[in-house]
């Protein structure tokens, strides 16, 4: 029987993130920047792949609604509708069961859809049949490959995503140390001349060898003043004496520290930090994993690292006319960002 390593990265990170995250077809939408009908028919096609021989066997018309339903996206009559079907139809059982079996691994304790017996007995008169919901379950760690296929299309979005990178970075700004950028427009703390945030630029973070998690780095300026979002995902979460610290990094010895933060359960933390104007003479964008000391320096234990030289400009994101070009080359700096002009008054 296939298994959920034999579908494509994307397919496979569609899966984890509605099974592990509890996430809907519109949130997934979001998050990989694909249509949401891409997104539903990805899901669907991935169960059929998953057990093809059964699926066979499902009327067409019937398919597509047992699969939304086995990845929690019913609800309400749509999802008594299909209960009723799985309950009249040998087939659609069948197929179900099997990818129940299939896909019982990455469900959370008590998460996995009910599939209902072939005869059930009928209700007490007056009682309410019970309706399935939606209802969100707790969320599961993503895989290593699923959590870097997150940040590929995150990076890729990036550009499009500019008013959301605003956000996050100001919005965020409280669990990250140093002194946030200037605020943007739409925030409580906006003036009216807060001037407009540019996207400079993004890059993937990898893990160092024997460590785990993925992130995206992206690079923002606001009133000449160059800025940083840090997204990571599948870290080792940290505990009360632990902490991730965000570097400019050229040694353990030669390095500048933009701020930490701490992850959730789940190994996730995001953060933002102003960056000095001249982050560009840096090798290396650099976590690491930090004790909470009164020691500013680097531990030596870094984690996950991008180099500066390989950020994708928002041209290149965007596909624009310098889109597409070759990746600057070893050792060379992207140009550094020059200041937005002021908004007219």
């Known amino acids: 029987m296939p298994t ?28 990989l920047t694909l249509p949401e009908d891409r997104v539903r028919a990805y ?27 086995l990845l929690r996206q019913q ?11 799985l309950k009249s139809s ?47 379950h707790a969320a599961g760690p993503l895989s290593p490959g699923t959590a870097s296929m997150v940040v590929r299309r995150r990076i890729i979005g990036a550009v ?17 140390g140093g002194d946030p950028p200037p605020p943007v427009a739409g925030t409580e703390t906006e003036t009216e001349t807060a001037p407009e945030v540019i996207p400079i630029g993004a890059v993937e973070l990898a893990p160092l060898e024997g460590e785990q998690g993925v992130g995206l780095v992206t690079l923002f300026s606001q009133g000449g003043q160059p800025g940083i979002v840090i997204e990571a995902d599948a870290l080792e979460p940290t505990d ?20 930490a933060a701490q992850t959730d359960p789940q190994g996730r933390f995001a953060a933002t930090g102003a960056l000095p104007t001249d982050f560009v003479d840096y090798k290396f964008i650099d976590v690491s994993r930090e004790p909470i000391d009164e020691d500013d320096g680097h ?34 700096a992207p140009p550094a960002p020059e200041a937005p002009a002021p908004p007219t008054p």
């Open 43 to 69: 899901a669907r096609e991935s169960l059929t792949e998953l057990a093809p021989r059964t699926a066979e066997r499902v009327e067409t018309s019937w398919r597509g609604q047992v699969a939304d339903y």
């Open 299 to 332: 531990s030596g234990e870094s984690v996950l690292r991008a180099k500066v030289a390989e950020v994708q400009s928002a041209e290149e994101l965007s596909g624009g006319a310098g889109g597409g070009g070759a990746p600057p080359a070893e050792g060379a």
């Open 75 to 85: 609800s309400g009559p749509e999802a008594l509708a299909t209960r009723g079907h």
């Open 4 to 31: 959920l390593d034999s579908l494509s990265d994307e397919r496979r990170a569609i899966i984890e993130l509605v099974i592990r995250r509890g996430k809907t077809y519109a949130e997934i939408s979001d998050l």
């Open 160 to 176: 499009a995503a500019t008013v959301a990178i605003a956000l996050v970075a100001f919005g965020l700004g409280k669990i990250f």
């Open 90 to 136: 040998d087939a659609a059982r069948t197929w179900a069961l099997s990818l129940a079996d299939s896909l019982a691994d990455l469900y959370p304790d008590d998460a996995q859809p009910d599939i209902p017996e072939a005869t059930a007995p009928q209700p007490v008169a007056g009682a309410k049949p019970r309706v399935p919901s939606l209802a969100r």
């Open 240 to 259: 009360d004496e632990q902490a991730y610290q965000v570097w400019l990094y050229n040694s353990d010895k030669d390095a500048v520290g933009i701020g």
